[in-house]
Structures are given as structure tokens and as C-alpha cells.
């Protein structure tokens, strides 16, 4: 083994042995706070990895990759979910299916549903002295809690993730608790690196590069701790959102039929659409007519197939199937630009009722920017490009939603936007830096942009610096 494989090799155990004592400490999902720097550190460490892995042989770097991947994967199995109690109501939702009731039409804490209730989603007594309970009324003397967040309103998931809530359930032995979610998890995160490992080593001018583009997703720290141990279904809306990517250049009907389940998982992996129709407003080359079917292609059966997961769950529930939707983003201050941290970097230039406006103008300009001068041999460009910006300028306070950036940054090999989903991280963690964080992140693709200007890339309007071999 050279110097610089056994020193990647010492990068991966010390990011390991960050994350082991991080997530196995069981921090408390409302106090965050004692994560922050192990947390941090880990990325330190990720960054460090995968510069040092870019420049190895192919077969040292494609063990490391691997090893490594189960490695960091595994780290998230060690305790029950860190930061964010979200399973909870993955695992509940799947019970009341598997009793035959709509998730979309009653609430944890409605009386309908008591008799489903166990002890360890719905603690009593003593129980709900814990952390992260959630007060229920009762009707005897006794305290009645709950686990679950939110539990007063409907579920807010979209069918295919509540057909893997129940599919989950199906296959768990009684009383399995989180673990079940967890280890889903992790097989689709294995799911997703092989997915890229492959799709890269068949790609022309990424072969070499292919174990160091998939490390930046298999290795990255969120991954373990927000899809593994705290079992964000994102999981599975990433692995579809990057098989989807990956196949639509080529076939188009598949890639719209990927897209729409990916969206029919998580809302937002949809805004990786316009990468797959990039270029479909170039001049010359295709006529109109041309531009037309080949947007339906994509369109047509992603829309089918996100109305054709919906249509069971319409058609067996009484209430609306969008169920907490339109609150959640009220609550998250997505309608007001004064509230939360939202559009907290257009907040620092703009008044306030500026910034949602000039939020979706600038996602505009992204989005026509990729459909007009996309690069269509390369839907992962402009995916990257638009989710990205999403982020930049909407500025969530979720880390796993940023895991679907991780994705793109491995498929498309452009390092300067992982400082997104570590912003997206430093956010959620409560410290008060997720503005300070995101401006970094803003200036380090601003570097990533002056670099290519100044590199003068051939490929494309907007290709980036990449992890090329040492």
C-alpha cells in the first residue's frame, strides 16, 4: 500500500472513530447543540478523505471507497436516532396502514387510533419523563405522551413513502422498534453508492475518477447520521433521483417515470427535473416539435406516475392526501419572509417581503438557464445546478433534505457545492450560524465559478472544477 492510500486510510478510521462517540451518544433531538463541533470536525475529516483518495490507483481507491462506505454506513446502526424523532412517525404511519386506515385521515393523538398505541411510541407514567415527548390528554389520572412530533396533524409524507412505511412494517418482527427503519436505511444508502460507483465507471471521463466522485456521497457524514440513524426516507428519493439522472439522456419515458416516484417519495427531488430536459430550449439543432415530445417524454410519465401512487391513497381516504402540506410550510416561514431563517442570505441584501419573491426569480433564472444552455448528455449538471440554488436561496434549515446535494455533487464531481448540506447541517444543529454558513457555502460556488471561468472549460457553459487525479 502507498503512503498516500494508508493515509486516506487513516483520514476514513478517524472519520469514523468522529462519528461513533457523535451519533452513539443518543443526543436529544430538541438540544442539538452538543453535535455541532464532532459534527463539523467530521466534515473537516470527509473533505480530507476525499481529496486524498482522488489522486490513487483505481483498485486501492475502489477498496477504500468500499470499505470505507460500509464503515461510515454502519456508524449510523449504533444508537437510536440522534437528532430528529421523524421515524417515529414513519413507523406509526405504517402500523395504521397495516390496520387498513388512510394515515392521510387521522392524527397520533386522535382517540380513533388508541387502539393501535404501544408503549414505546406512546409512553405513560414515567415515560413521558424522557426527552421529546409530546403530551397527549388521557382519559384516567395517568400522564400520556407520545414520541411521535406534530402529533395533532395528519401525516405530511407522499404514497410511496408511506407504501415503504408499510413495507417496512411488513417485514419487522415485533417489537423492532427504530432498527428496522434504520437498517432500510442503510441498504438503500449501499444501494445508492453502487448505483453511482457503476453509473460513473461507465461514464467516459469519470472512469478514473469514479471511486473519488462516489466517496464524496458514501463517505460524507450526513449520510449516516440523517439517512441511517435518524432514517430519513430521503434514502429512498435520493437512490431514485440519481437512477432516474442517469438513465434519462438515454431514455427518457424511464428517466420521467424515476423522476415522478423519486417526487411521489419527497417532494423534492422534482427539482432535479429541469437537468433532465437540459437544453430543450437551445437554438437550432431540434425543431419545436421535437423540443415538445421530448419534454413530454419526460413529463408525461413522471406526472403519471406520481398521479397513479396518489389515486389508492385518494380513493381510500376521506381527507385531503397533501395532509399537513400547507401548514408545514407555513410553519417552516416559507410564506413570509420576516419568519424563521428562510431566505436568510437574500434577507441580508433585500427587505423582507423581497426576499420570496426574488427567491423564485432567481430560481427561474436557473431553471431557464439549464433548459436553454444544459448540457442534455449530462441531466446531473443542471440538476446540480438548480437543487443547489434552491438551497442557496430558500435556505433550509433541514439537513437531510441536503443529502439529495451530495448525490448530485458525486454524480457531477463539482467539490465547491458540498459546503451546501454542511450549511443545511450547521442550520439544523440551533447554534444561530446556518446564515453565516450559508453565505460560506455561497462564496465557495462563487469561487468554484471564477476557477472555471478561469480553467476556460470546453464541455459546457457551466462545467466546474473537478477531483482529477493527482
Known amino acids: 500500500m502507498s503512503c498516500r492510500a494508508a493515509g486516506t486510510a487513516v483520514l476514513?478510521?478517524?472519520?469514523?472513530?468522529?462519528?461513533?462517540?457523535?451519533?452513539?451518544?443518543?443526543?436529544?433531538?430538541?438540544?442539538?447543540?452538543?453535535?455541532?463541533?464532532?459534527?463539523?470536525?467530521?466534515?473537516?475529516?470527509?473533505?480530507?478523505?476525499v481529496w486524498a483518495v482522488r489522486g490513487l490507483p483505481r483498485r486501492q481507491a475502489m477498496s477504500l471507497v468500499i470499505v470505507g462506505g460500509i464503515a461510515v454506513t454502519v456508524t449510523g446502526l449504533l444508537s437510536p436516532p440522534a437528532t430528529s424523532t421523524d421515524?417515529?412517525?414513519?413507523?406509526?404511519?405504517?402500523?395504521?396502514?397495516?390496520?387498513?386506515?388512510?394515515?392521510?385521515?387521522?392524527?397520533?393523538?386522535?382517540?380513533?387510533?388508541?387502539?393501535?398505541?404501544?408503549?414505546?411510541?406512546?409512553?405513560?407514567?414515567?415515560?413521558?419523563?424522557?426527552?421529546?415527548?409530546?403530551?397527549l390528554p388521557s382519559a384516567d389520572l395517568?400522564?400520556?405522551?407520545?414520541?411521535?412530533?406534530?402529533?395533532?396533524?395528519?401525516?405530511?409524507?407522499?404514497?410511496?413513502?408511506?407504501?415503504?412505511?408499510?413495507?417496512?412494517?411488513?417485514?419487522?418482527?415485533?417489537?423492532?422498534?427504530?432498527?428496522?427503519?434504520?437498517?432500510?436505511?442503510?441498504?438503500?444508502?449501499?444501494?445508492?453508492?453502487?448505483?453511482?460507483?457503476?453509473?460513473?465507471?461507465?461514464?467516459?471521463?469519470?472512469?478514473?475518477?469514479?471511486?473519488?466522485?462516489?466517496?464524496?456521497?458514501?463517505?460524507?457524514?450526513?449520510?449516516?447520521?440523517?439517512?441511517?440513524?435518524?432514517?430519513?426516507?430521503?434514502?429512498?428519493?435520493v437512490l431514485l433521483a440519481v437512477i432516474a439522472l442517469t438513465t434519462a439522456n438515454r431514455y427518457r419515458v424511464l428517466g420521467g417515470a424515476?423522476?415522478?416516484?423519486?417526487?411521489?417519495?419527497?417532494?423534492?427531488?422534482?427539482?432535479?427535473?429541469?437537468?433532465?430536459?437540459?437544453?430543450?430550449?437551445?437554438?437550432?439543432?431540434?425543431?419545436?416539435?421535437?423540443?415538445?415530445?421530448?419534454?413530454l417524454a419526460v413529463l408525461g410519465p413522471a406526472a403519471l406516475v406520481v398521479?397513479?401512487?396518489?389515486?389508492?391513497?385518494?380513493?381510500?381516504?376521506?381527507?385531503?392526501?397533501?395532509?399537513?402540506?400547507?401548514?408545514?410550510?407555513?410553519?417552516?416561514?416559507?410564506?413570509?419572509?420576516?419568519s424563521r431563517d428562510r431566505y436568510a442570505l437574500l434577507r441580508l441584501l433585500l427587505p423582507d417581503s423581497?426576499?420570496?419573491?426574488?427567491?423564485?426569480?432567481?430560481?427561474?433564472?436557473?431553471i431557464f438557464h439549464v433548459l436553454r444552455h444544459g448540457d442534455a448528455d449530462r441531466p446531473w449538471q443542471g440538476a446540480l445546478l438548480v437543487t443547489g440554488v434552491a438551497f442557496l436561496v430558500f435556505t433550509p434549515g433541514y439537513s437531510w433534505y441536503a443529502v439529495l446535494v451530495v448525490a448530485l455533487v458525486a454524480l457531477d464531481g463539482r467539490w465547491e457545492w458540498l459546503g451546501v448540506p454542511l450549511a443545511s447541517g450547521v442550520a439544523y444543529m440551533g447554534t444561530g450560524s446556518g446564515t453565516i454558513a450559508y453565505a460560506l457555502a455561497a462564496l465557495a460556488v462563487a469561487a468554484g465559478l471564477v476557477a472555471r471561468a478561469a480553467r476556460h472549460s470546453p464541455d459546457s457553459a457551466y462545467d466546474a472544477p473537478r477531483l482529477r487525479r493527482g
Open 307 to 338: 398521479a397513479l401512487a396518489y389515486l389508492p391513497y385518494a380513493l381510500a381516504s376521506r381527507g385531503s392526501v397533501l395532509g399537513y402540506f400547507f401548514g408545514y410550510l407555513t410553519e417552516e416561514g416559507y410564506d413570509d419572509a420576516g
Open 142 to 237: 395517568m400522564t400520556s405522551c407520545t414520541r411521535i412530533n406534530r402529533p395533532a396533524v395528519h401525516t405530511i409524507y407522499p404514497p410511496l413513502a408511506e407504501a415503504y412505511f408499510l413495507l417496512v412494517h411488513g417485514l419487522s418482527p415485533e417489537g423492532a422498534r427504530h432498527k428496522p427503519l434504520q437498517v432500510g436505511g442503510a441498504l438503500l444508502t449501499f444501494a445508492t453508492s453502487a448505483v453511482l460507483l457503476i453509473a460513473l465507471s461507465r461514464r467516459a471521463g469519470t472512469r478514473d475518477n469514479a471511486p473519488a466522485y462516489t466517496a464524496c456521497y458514501a463517505w460524507c457524514p450526513a449520510v449516516p447520521l440523517e439517512l441511517v440513524n435518524n432514517a430519513h426516507v430521503d434514502a429512498l428519493g
Open 12 to 49: 476514513l478510521v478517524a472519520l469514523v472513530g468522529t462519528l461513533v462517540p457523535a451519533i452513539g451518544e443518543e443526543a436529544v433531538p430538541a438540544d442539538r447543540h452538543g453535535l455541532f463541533w464532532p459534527y463539523v470536525l467530521a466534515w473537516a475529516i470527509f473533505y480530507a478523505a
Open 258 to 295: 424515476l423522476f415522478g416516484a423519486a417526487t411521489a417519495v419527497k417532494l423534492l427531488p422534482a427539482v432535479t427535473v429541469p437537468g433532465a430536459l437540459s437544453g430543450v430550449l437551445a437554438k437550432g439543432g431540434k425543431t419545436p416539435t421535437r423540443r415538445m415530445l421530448d419534454t
Open 87 to 135: 421515524s417515529y412517525r414513519y413507523a406509526w404511519d405504517g402500523r395504521v396502514q397495516a390496520a387498513g386506515v388512510s394515515p392521510y385521515d387521522h392524527a397520533p393523538a386522535e382517540a380513533e387510533l388508541v387502539p393501535l398505541r404501544d408503549s414505546w411510541l406512546f409512553p405513560r407514567g414515567a415515560g413521558c419523563e424522557g426527552p421529546d415527548r409530546y403530551p
Open 354 to 366: 423581497w426576499a420570496f419573491p426574488a427567491a423564485l426569480v432567481i430560481l427561474g433564472i436557473a
